[in-house]
């Protein structure tokens, strides 16, 4: 008896020579493995490039090696001494204001950047024409400034014109071009604006309790390492404890953008790995048909006397081989998804030079495979059990039944190692977990959903109408399709579906809902000692139609919880985002609008004990607060505990003033701060918004105005690109779906070939089987369209009501498209696949039945 080597060897060389025959029958098993494969590897490959870039240029990005920043404050002599004993300091103030034309007729909102003369420490300022350090100088009565060209475009100006900032005139004396740390100073609501400090201070936008972020860079000695620097910066804050500056280094740049392309990455990873377990419902097809396809070598390779063992490793290594194909196509579609990224996200992210990232394509790779395996298995196991006198008798390879146990088993270890290492590469595992899950989940109620249309199909009775009986009798004979074509469908509707009405709701609530109960304006930076005279000028202009909403705002730090440090404590993603950096704060007599307690109580408007502050509940359940605990905050170089006296439940997404943290009075008296202010006018026109817009920057011109419209246009245009984003991801499932519906549609031609030849024989024309088998198609479609409805639309309503907690909305035309997508892909390729059976010639088959 050959030994296992012996049939190992014997099963390669007998597949190697059938492969030499082609890939005949593989095209659809060949499309959905390469996908895939480009999917996974591509989404990793462009973002391990964007993470190498933002570490490789981290000087850069950063502006030094170390960067401290200060909100309301600029350090103190000792402070700053300690800072310059590390290296070279450049410093930078940023802020927002109005910039106004200099006839003061039209004003738009610009983010200022204020630099001194040794940026950029790293990396290179472009400008058009270039600037010296000299043109940013006051002369002829104006500073110099460089600025965005969109700030051109929006108020209608050119390089040599003057416009007004503060109480100072500004010369438009370059456009910016390139700024090298722009990503570590986050997405801009406004277009940038770059002038001296000197001409900061003498614009008057600077006042006691100012929103300035006060930026000192560092520049430490050549070849400076990271331990160093970490030493450097616990130096700092062990020689001033309660300086509140927030650090971040050149290895940690931009932890904003590094975290929301982890976090992309992930989610297109997971969807890059749904569109591979589908496209695995076309590789269980494919190694169907190619196994009725062999049927007569296999009955042959049987009658000869192989071993069941024999015949299931030389298909297996045929798999194997042509999936590798499949797999090499999908690699080099994802090691060119670098070199378009380069190209696509030049001076927009940093890029190192485009190559190869093999821990990339190995896990793709690495998916690919026991994708192959999880789905070919079981087919491979049927395939052995059939008699050889049924495959002479040229019946199919499709019956009922799993194949033996280590089939079974087989698969389901390797269903189980995929889903294992897709959650341990994983960034958030809980959130793999739970997408995997679904994805399970899903399989098997589209499983039950094909079981329960089948049932329903054998249970109808007296169908009048040729065609209609026949097409239900094919939704439930032995072999049917229904199975594949409910599986091929069901997941990629469904995340169609899912995605659609996610967009729809949000769009709706940002664009739609939002404007008719959200203020107008938001007025930031108001000074103490104007806030009245501004509270009459504005209620002046809004008349009775208007109400403004008036509040004090400082900003501050969360440096300690319980008296631990924050630096020191894991917390879970969701609530992290509390700690980190500066949050607005705010104190109160009473509970503020849009806000309910939900625990504890409000103190007293005359209360003059320990200080005590209101937490929002949400948040405070997220980083594990509860009532009594204790919350220390940095409020202008001077940390502040404060004991938590209630929590509130926070209408955020009313638009109207909100904080997190909102303290007793007594807690800050005295300390210098602005005011916010909200203004709200439900039936204003553009032109009234437009006339106390410019009121207010006439009469404050340190007052930065926002409209909210225009801050809702922005983060429209944002959430569409995302969303482009997420429907390009959720067109490679939806394509592996309609791989796998063809790939389902040619393993049944076979039967559905001798169906048509005896029918025809029996008299049926083929308008009567065309009407047969859209029918069919249709019910199919339709069935699938409800299941995706109900799955998708139960999927959208949890991400956007328990997880966004916003208000939700069905929207019946996406059911319809639904619908429509689901019958037009089902009937319109399922007579593509079926019209080359129509012309079958008779004879042939008839021979062998």
């Known amino acids: 008896m050959a030994t296992l080597s012996d049939q190992i060897a014997l099963a390669f060389r007998f597949a190697l020579r059938e492969v030499r025959g082609g890939l005949s029958g593989f095209y659809v098993f060949l499309a959905c493995i390469a996908l895939g494969t480009a999917a996974i590897g591509g989404v990793n490959a462009v973002a391990q490039a964007i993470t190498q870039g933002i570490q490789s240029e981290g000087r850069s990005i950063l502006g030094g090696d170390v960067r401290f920043e200060l909100i309301h404050r600029t350090t103190t002599p000792e402070e700053l001494a300690t800072l310059e004993g590390f290296g070279t300091v450049a410093q930078s103030a940023n802020t927002r204001s109005m910039a106004r034309l200099a006839d003061q007729s039209d004003q738009t909102l610009v983010e200022i950047k204020a630099v001194d003369d040794l940026y950029p420490l790293y990396g290179e300022f472009v400008t058009e024409p270039p600037l010296a350090r000299a043109d940013y100088s006051e002369r002829d009565g104006a500073w110099g400034i460089a600025v965005q060209p969109i700030l051109l475009e929006r108020l209608g100006l050119a390089v040599g014109d003057t416009l007004l900032i503060g109480d100072s005139r500004f010369a438009i004396r370059a456009m910016i071009r390139s700024e090298p740390d722009a990503l570590s100073d986050g997405i801009g609501l406004a277009p940038r604006v770059i002038m001296s400090l000197e001409a900061l201070e003498a614009s008057g936008l600077i006042q006691p309790g100012s929103l300035v972020e006060r930026v000192y860079k560092i520049r430490m000695a050549q070849g400076a390492t990271n331990t160093e620097i970490d030493a450097a910066i616990e130096t700092a804050n062990q020689a001033h404890p309660t300086a509140g500056w927030s650090v971040r280094t050149r290895s940690n740049a931009a932890p904003a953008l590094a975290a929301n392309v982890e976090r992309f990455a992930q989610f297109l990873t997971l969807v890059g790995l749904t569109a591979l377990v589908t496209g695995g419902v076309g590789v269980a097809n494919a190694v169907r048909a190619f196994l009725d396809a062999k049927r007569d070598v296999i009955a042959t390779f049987k009658c000869l006397g192989a071993p069941g063992r024999l015949v299931t490793l030389i298909y297996l290594f045929q798999i194997v081989m042509v999936g590798a194909v499949g797999i090499a196509a999908g690699l080099v579609l994802a090691a060119l998804a670098p070199f378009a990224a380069t190209w696509a996200l030049a001076g927009i992210v940093p890029l190192p030079p485009a190559g190869l990232y093999p821990t990339a394509l190995g896990l793709a790779v690495l998916f690919a495979l026991l994708t192959i395996l999880v789905f070919a298995l079981i087919p491979l196991g049927r395939a052995r059990d059939i008699p050889a006198s049924n495959l002479f008798r040229n019946q199919t390879m499709a019956h009922r039944g799993l194949p033996r146990a280590p089939y079974v088993i087989a698969a389901a270890a390797a269903a189980l190692l995929l889903a294992g290492l897709a959650v341990w590469f994983s960034e958030e595992r809980a959130l793999a977990s739970g997408f995997l899950a679904g994805v399970a989940i899903a399989f098997v109620i589209l499983r039950l959903v094909a079981g329960g249309v089948q049932a329903l199909a054998r249970r109808v009775r007296g169908v009048r109408g040729t065609s209609l009986r026949m097409a239900i009798g094919n939704i439930h004979r032995p072999g049917a399709l229904t199975p594949s074509v409910v599986l091929a469908l069901g997941l990629g509707l469904t995340l169609l579906v899912a995605l659609a009405l996610i967009d729809t709701n949000l769009r709706q609530q940002i664009a739609g809902n939002l404007p008719e109960r959200a203020p107008n304006f938001f007025f930031v930076d108001i000074q103490s000692d104007v806030v009245e005279d501004f509270a009459t000028l504005v209620e002046g202009e809004a008349g009775d139609a208007g109400k403004l909403v008036r509040v004090p705002m400082l900003r501050g730090r969360i440096v300690e919880l319980n008296g631990q440090n924050v630096a020191e404590m894991e917390l879970p993603p969701e609530g992290a985002w509390v700690l980190r950096g500066d949050r607005g704060i705010t104190y109160a007599e009473n509970v503020p609008e849009n806000s309910t307690l939900s625990a504890g109580q409000w103190w007293p408007a005359d209360h003059a004990g320990e200080p005590l502050v209101s937490f929002s509940a949400e948040e405070a359940a997220e980083i594990g607060l509860e009532i009594g605990d204790t919350v220390t905050v940095n409020v202008l170089g001077r940390n502040v505990t404060a004991t938590i006296a209630n929590l509130r439940q926070v209408e955020w997404e009313s638009l109207a003033i909100n904080f997190v943290m909102v303290f007793s009075p007594n807690t800050f008296a005295g300390a210098p701060h602005s005011w916010l202010a909200t203004l709200t006018m439900p039936e204003a026109t553009f032109e009234q918004e437009a006339q106390i817009l410019s ?147 008779a004879a042939p088959v008839l021979r062998n039945l």
């Open 695 to 841: 009121a207010v920057t006439r009469a404050f011109p340190s007052v930065t105005s926002v409209r909210v419209k225009d801050a809702i246009d922005l983060v429209n245009r944002v959430v569409g690109q995302l969303a482009t984003a997420v429907r390009v991801a959720a067109a490679v499932a939806l394509i592996a779906s309609v791989l796998v519906l063809a790939g389902a549609l040619a393993a049944g031609n076979r039967a559905r070939t001798h169906d048509a030849v005896v029918l025809k024989t029996l008299g049926a024309t083929r308008k009567t089987l065309i009407r047969t088998f859209v029918t069919e198609y249709a019910i199919l479609g339709f069935a699938t369209a409800v299941f995706a409805l109900v799955a998708g639309g139960v999927a959208a309503w949890f991400v956007v009501s328990q997880i966004m907690t916003l208000p939700w909305t069905f929207r019946p035309e996406i059911a319809a498209f639904t619908v429509l997508a689901a019958l037009v892909c089902t009937v319109g390729f399922g007579l593509l696949g079926t019209w080359r059976v129509l012309g079958q010639k």
